[in-house]
């Protein structure tokens, strides 16, 4: 009984083994940094080694269209960033002036943040509520 | 009047499943019948509460009365009825009330349907079920009550709080045929799990922990994966058809939410046909119970706490606290239990040899929970390693993928081989006689795919475990049919639906195999998607594969709801029309920021076995105003996606079914009233 138990033990552990090293990989290749647009700043020349996600409001008015790539700006003055859309699906419908914007790509070296991936979040459709529950309105007026 | 009644309603429900569950537990203390007759009676008396609650709800979304906050945020007076009617699940605290309504729902169902079968075990399980839904109306009442009242704080004009003239609209993405029925089947799954764990937890307590609270739970554990197999497949669907960036399943965290119960419960409704056989793995049954109930709890906090970023993650809210604190106290209550209860949960039995269906259910369960272990870790990651390293890491779709994709190869496999292994130990001579010809046939297959052109290892492999998985489950059904015509003189298509319908639970699960295997296929076709995108002006055309596409007219309309920019698109399939696709790009009006969304237009080849989708969007127009941007998809097999989910419920519901005519044999129980008519036919 002990030997068969353990070849059930070799066989799981491989198992285990083997899509732990999978996992492993796939993570190397996927890990994004999350940060907002302050942070990344602050983050200075590290900034260019790694993939980044981005989040911050699209401020009003700076989306862009040429062609296939969007571009707009997000954060809130004085600390802005260009993003640039470049990835192959379509940008997000929710994509609009004052969407909390999540873009994902790389910096690059000339201040724009070149993006393949877009999620964005529509502030007046969404609840942003407080702790308390009380809900703070985005809406302009 | 009505948010009247339904507060009141709410909070007559706290009182009375709060006594539910203090008469429950005390009457069994006390062995005082009556007092347990009273928990029971509550238990009922909640659920009309509840239900007088939603239906308050439902009401003051029907006449559109906004100075109720809720109804304000979630709905306007230009939203159609069926839409005003589901935006009941359309927000937080209407989806959460939802989610206790279908709660009680069951609990009522349970009571009603097991009071007498099981009368020393029903106290428990009303208690369990209560102890939830007393959570959750607690949460109603006192974290996300959908009827406050509307307040405007910055109404600059006027100190006294108004009633908006409208309301802010439900979001347009939820505007969608799909949308008011996905979220109740994804509950009704979510929450039907609820009742497996109530009798398991029961059944320990009592100590009862032979095969009847399995046997009770196996038809509630089926249905609830059930509904969320639909709820998940229509989550897929809508994703697909509405959101529109041509796929169905992106690994977002709520996707995840509803995929690690699926997975758990899976894995159980397999494990526990070891236990019914050969008395085996009965604490690791009791494991996957508690965590298939678990998760579905940590789904919908996942979902409604806005703990990680999601598409659909809805609010930075308040009632996280409350979740953490009811999981950390359910989860340890459970173990607790099951560690207490050790020497009861003794295996009867032992594995014998690695090619066995023991081991292949064992290895079935080992895979599905490292998948839902890998589902959780990845979704999870950001606020794991925020509370490591400080540092928000997020992992997407290659990570899952990675880990997933050869998982669920394997898990194909092991659907091919595990029905046909003998119990205990499988002779090197039924290996032969099982599974040679329908390797050769599926490696023969693969021979000719790859020749046509598939070479991407993963999709090949996925497509030849395929086939080979649905030529095996093709024999048993003709070998037994096969049998049964010699035996009865029956026509072979006659013999295959008595079969079917005499032995449901075998032959339910070979079609719910086979739905799988179906999806399976429409799966892999992802492998093989392609795009294009123009900017296109009446007249101009452009190709994808063998499909052209001609814009014959665009144009602008207006609704009440919502203001288009339309396209008309001619569709040729090598030269000839086949289809006028439709896609528009809608702004929708209610809120302060208008919302666009895009129409996708899909044409799904019905004629032709590939099933390849054309899927088409419009994407915006160019500046100059005078072209359309257009973004076509060529998305060959999805459209089996759809059908192989339709086949899985199919198998589902056969399977639920009570067998044809046979006799009912049945061990005797150590339970003290086994009614010999007990054939649960309703459950």
Same mark, same amino acid.
């Not at chain 2, 046997?215 to 959101?243: C, N, P, Q």
């Not at chain 2, 973004?631 to 459209?639: C, D, E, G, K, R």
């Given at each position: 009984?002990?030997?068969?138990?353990l070849?059930?033990?070799?066989?799981?552990?491989?198992?285990?083994?083997?899509?732990?090293?999978?996992?492993?990989?796939?993570?190397?290749?996927?890990?994004?940094?999350?940060?907002?647009?302050?942070?990344?700043?602050?983050?200075?020349?590290?900034?260019?080694?790694?993939?980044?996600?981005?989040?911050?409001?699209?401020?009003?008015?700076s989306?862009?269209?040429?062609g296939?790539?969007?571009?707009?700006?997000?954060?809130?003055?004085?600390?802005?960033?260009?993003?640039?859309?470049?990835?192959?699906?379509?940008?997000?419908?929710?994509l609009?002036?004052?969407?909390?914007?999540?873009a994902?790509?790389?910096?690059?070296?000339?201040?724009?943040f070149?993006?393949?991936?877009?999620?964005?979040?529509?502030?007046?459709?969404?609840?942003?509520e407080?702790?308390?529950?009380?809900q703070?309105?985005k809406?302009?007026? | 009047?009505?948010?009247?009644?339904?507060q009141?309603?709410?909070?007559?429900?706290?009182v009375?499943?709060?006594y539910?569950?203090?008469?429950?537990?005390?009457?069994i203390?006390?062995k005082?019948?009556k007092?347990?007759?009273?928990g029971?009676?509550?238990?009922?008396?909640?659920?009309?509460c509840?239900?007088? $609650?939603i239906v308050?709800?439902g009401?003051l979304?029907?006449?559109?009365?906004?100075?109720?906050?809720?109804?304000?945020? *979630?709905?306007?007076?230009?939203?159609?009825?069926?839409?005003?009617?589901s935006?009941?699940?359309?927000?937080?605290?209407?989806?959460l009330?939802?989610w206790?309504?279908?709660?009680t729902?069951?609990?009522?169902?349970?009571?009603i349907?097991?009071?007498?079968?099981h009368?020393s075990?029903?106290?428990?399980?009303t208690?369990?079920?209560?102890?939830?839904?007393l959570?959750?109306?607690s949460?109603?009442?006192?974290?996300?009550n #959908?009827?406050?009242?509307?307040?405007?704080?910055?109404?600059?004009i006027?100190?006294?709080?108004?009633?908006?003239?409208?309301?802010?609209?439900?979001? %347009?993405?939820?505007?969608?045929?799909?949308m008011v029925?996905?979220?109740?089947m994804l509950?009704?799954g979510?929450?039907?799990?609820?009742?497996?764990?109530?009798?398991a937890?029961?059944?320990?307590?009592?100590?009862?922990?032979?095969? !009847?609270?399995? =046997?009770?739970?196996?038809?509630?554990?089926?249905?609830?994966?059930?509904?969320l197999?639909?709820?998940?497949?229509?989550?897929?669907?809508w994703?697909y *058809?509405e959101?529109?960036w041509g796929g169905?399943?992106?690994w977002?965290?709520?996707e995840n939410?509803?995929?690690?119960?699926w997975?758990?419960?899976?894995a159980?409704? *397999?494990?526990?046909?070891v236990? @019914?056989?050969?008395?085996?793995l009965?604490?690791?049954?009791m494991?996957?119970?508690?965590?298939?109930?678990?998760?579905?709890?940590?789904?919908?906090?996942?979902?409604?706490?806005?703990?990680?970023n999601?598409? *659909?993650?809805f609010?930075?809210s308040?009632?996280?606290?409350?979740?953490?604190?009811?999981?950390?106290?359910?989860?340890?209550?459970a173990?607790?239990?099951?560690?207490?209860?050790? #020497?009861?949960?003794k295996?009867?039995?032992?594995?014998?040899?690695?090619?066995?269906?023991?081991?292949?259910?064992?290895?079935?369960?080992?895979?599905?929970?490292?998948?839902?272990?890998?589902?959780?870790?990845?979704?999870?990651?950001p606020?794991?390693?925020? $509370?490591?390293?400080?540092?928000?890491?997020?992992?997407? $779709? +290659?990570?899952?993928?990675?880990?997933?994709?050869?998982i669920?190869?394997?898990?194909?496999?092991?659907t091919?081989?595990?029905?046909l292994l003998?119990?205990?130990?499988?002779?090197?001579?039924?290996?032969?006689?099982?599974f040679?010809?329908?390797?050769? /046939?599926?490696?023969?297959?693969?021979?000719?795919?790859y020749i046509?052109?598939?070479?991407h290892?993963? /999709?090949?492999?996925?497509?030849?475990?395929?086939?080979?998985?649905?030529?095996?489950?093709?024999? @048993?059904?003709?070998?037994?049919?096969?049998?049964? !015509?010699?035996?009865?003189?029956?026509?072979?298509?006659?013999?295959?639906?008595?079969?079917t319908? =005499?032995?449901t639970?075998?032959?339910?699960?070979?079609?719910?195999?086979?739905?799988?295997?179906?999806?399976?296929?429409?799966?892999?076709?992802?492998?093989?998607t392609?795009?294009?995108q123009?900017?296109?002006?009446?007249?101009?055309?452009?190709?994808?594969?063998?499909?052209?596409?001609?814009?014959?007219?665009?144009s602008?309309?207006?609704?009440?709801?919502?203001?288009? @920019?339309?396209? &008309?698109?001619?569709l040729?399939?090598?030269?000839?029309?086949? /289809?006028?696709?439709? +896609?528009?790009?809608?702004v929708?009006?209610?809120?302060?920021e208008?919302?666009?969304?895009? &129409?996708?237009?899909?044409?799904?080849?019905p004629?032709?076995?590939?099933?390849?989708?054309?899927?088409?969007?419009?994407?915006?127009?160019? %500046?100059?105003g005078?072209?359309?941007i257009?973004?076509?998809?060529?998305n060959?097999?999805?459209?089996?996606?759809?059908?192989?989910?339709?086949?899985?419920?199919?198998?589902?519901?056969?399977?639920?079914?009570?067998n044809?005519?046979?006799? &009912?044999r049945r061990? #005797?129980e150590?339970?003290?009233?086994?009614? %010999?008519? $007990?054939?649960?036919t309703?459950?």
């Amino acid at each position: 009984m002990k030997r068969k138990q353990l070849k059930f033990a070799i066989g799981s552990v491989l198992i285990v083994l083997t899509l732990s090293y999978l996992a492993y990989s796939g993570y190397q290749e996927s890990k994004t940094y999350y940060h907002t647009v302050p942070e990344l700043y602050s983050l200075k020349e590290k900034a260019y080694d790694l993939r980044l996600q981005v989040s911050g409001d699209v401020i009003p008015g700076s989306i862009q269209r040429d062609g296939k790539v969007v571009s707009f700006v997000i954060g809130a003055e004085p600390q802005t960033l260009r993003v640039k859309y470049v990835g192959k699906d379509p940008l997000p419908d929710t994509l609009i002036d004052r969407a909390t914007a999540m873009a994902t790509g790389k910096m690059g070296r000339d201040g724009v943040f070149v993006a393949d991936t877009m999620l964005a979040k529509c502030a007046s459709k969404y609840e942003k509520e407080t702790a308390a529950g009380v809900q703070i309105s985005k809406k302009s007026n | 009047m009505a948010a009247q009644i339904g507060q009141f309603a709410l909070a007559l429900a706290w009182v009375v499943t709060a006594y539910s569950v203090l008469a429950s537990i005390l009457g069994i203390r006390y062995k005082h019948d009556k007092l347990i007759a009273s928990g029971r009676n509550a238990a009922l008396g909640a659920t009309a509460c509840i239900t007088t $609650a939603i239906v308050c709800l439902g009401y003051l979304f029907a006449v559109s009365d906004f100075s109720i906050k809720y109804i304000a945020a *979630h709905s306007n007076r230009d939203l159609p009825i069926y839409f005003k009617i589901s935006s009941i699940w359309g927000g937080q605290e209407g989806s959460l009330l939802f989610w206790g309504w279908l709660l009680t729902i069951y609990t009522a169902l349970v009571v009603i349907q097991n009071w007498r079968k099981h009368s020393s075990m029903m106290p428990y399980v009303t208690a369990v079920l209560m102890t939830t839904s007393l959570f959750f109306t607690s949460m109603h009442l006192f974290a996300v009550n #959908p009827f406050n009242q509307t307040v405007i704080l910055q109404s600059q004009i006027s100190p006294i709080p108004f009633v908006p003239r409208d309301g802010s609209g439900l979001n %347009p993405l939820l505007q969608d045929a799909y949308m008011v029925i996905h979220p109740p089947m994804l509950y009704l799954g979510f929450v039907g799990f609820a009742v497996p764990f109530a009798f398991a937890m029961a059944a320990m307590i009592t100590r009862q922990l032979g095969d !009847t609270w399995i =046997r009770t739970t196996r038809r509630w554990t089926m249905v609830a994966w059930m509904f969320l197999s639909i709820g998940i497949l229509l989550g897929g669907k809508w994703a697909y *058809h509405e959101l529109g960036w041509g796929g169905f399943w992106a690994w977002d965290p709520v996707e995840n939410a509803s995929l690690m119960p699926w997975l758990i419960g899976t894995a159980f409704l *397999h494990s526990v046909m070891v236990q @019914e056989k050969k008395g085996m793995l009965k604490i690791w049954n009791m494991v996957l119970v508690i965590m298939t109930y678990i998760m579905s709890i940590f789904g919908t906090f996942l979902t409604r706490s806005g703990v990680v970023n999601s598409v *659909h993650a809805f609010a930075q809210s308040s009632i996280g606290g409350y979740f953490a604190a009811f999981l950390v106290v359910a989860l340890s209550g459970a173990l607790y239990l099951v560690f207490d209860r050790l #020497p009861l949960l003794k295996s009867e039995n032992q594995m014998e040899s690695m090619v066995s269906r023991e081991s292949s259910f064992m290895f079935n369960n080992l895979i599905l929970l490292a998948a839902c272990f890998a589902v959780f870790w990845g979704t999870m990651f950001p606020v794991i390693s925020e $509370a490591v390293t400080g540092r928000k890491i997020t992992v997407s $779709a +290659p990570f899952f993928n990675k880990v997933n994709v050869p998982i669920a190869i394997f898990l194909m496999f092991l659907t091919g081989v595990g029905p046909l292994l003998a119990w205990r130990k499988a002779s090197t001579d039924s290996l032969k006689r099982n599974f040679l010809t329908p390797a050769i /046939a599926a490696l023969a297959a693969g021979a000719v795919l790859y020749i046509r052109g598939v070479h991407h290892l993963y /999709a090949w492999m996925a497509l030849v475990m395929s086939i080979f998985v649905a030529i095996t489950i093709v024999r @048993e059904f003709y070998k037994g049919a096969k049998a049964r !015509t010699v035996g009865t003189g029956e026509r072979l298509i006659e013999a295959v639906v008595n079969l079917t319908f =005499r032995n449901t639970r075998r032959y339910g699960g070979y079609i719910v195999h086979f739905g799988f295997v179906l999806l399976f296929i429409g799966w892999s076709g992802q492998a093989f998607t392609t795009d294009n995108q123009a900017d296109m002006g009446v007249g101009d055309t452009m190709n994808i594969r063998e499909y052209t596409l001609r814009m014959d007219k665009l144009s602008t309309g207006d609704d009440p709801n919502y203001s288009a @920019e339309k396209a &008309v698109i001619s569709l040729f399939e090598n030269g000839t029309k086949v /289809a006028n696709l439709l +896609p528009e790009r809608r702004v929708y009006k209610a809120g302060a920021e208008p919302q666009p969304m895009s &129409v996708v237009a899909i044409y799904d080849t019905p004629h032709n076995f590939y099933r390849s989708d054309v899927y088409v969007v419009f994407a915006g127009a160019t %500046p100059d105003g005078k072209k359309a941007i257009i973004q076509a998809f060529y998305n060959p097999l999805t459209a089996w996606v759809w059908i192989g989910g339709t086949v899985l419920v199919i198998g589902t519901l056969i399977a639920l079914l009570p067998n044809k005519r046979t006799v &009912v044999r049945r061990r #005797p129980e150590p339970e003290p009233k086994p009614k %010999p008519a $007990a054939v649960d036919t309703k459950a």
